[in-house]
């Protein structure tokens, strides 16, 4: 399923409203002119609202599925369609803000 292109300024949030941002984007294929973000690339979470419960937080998150058809430096880029996952409660992470002139299948 297409959808638009996450780059390094977009807003990603955990399931619990805490703060994804891509480690390691591609700096060589540029959306809205800043870095892509790829399959490879492992997201940090802080502040995530499972902290302040006895439930482990979010901690890190992965893009596992993303563009069948676009690839940046051979690894897939992430998409707003694609599926995620956090490592410890094992939810997604949700694209909330992004651009929406380059879309990837």
Partial sequence: MPGPILHLG?????????VATPTVPF???LVSGQPVVTLTTPYVISG???STTSSPPCVTGQWVVGATRVLAGGAP???TTGSSVTVAPGTPMLPVAFQVRAAAT
């Fill in 27 to 29: 700096p060589r294929v």
């Fill in 77 to 79: 880029v992430v998409i």
């Fill in 48 to 50: 995530c609202a499972l």
């Fill in 10 to 18: 977009a807003s990603v949030l955990c399931a619990h409203g805490g």
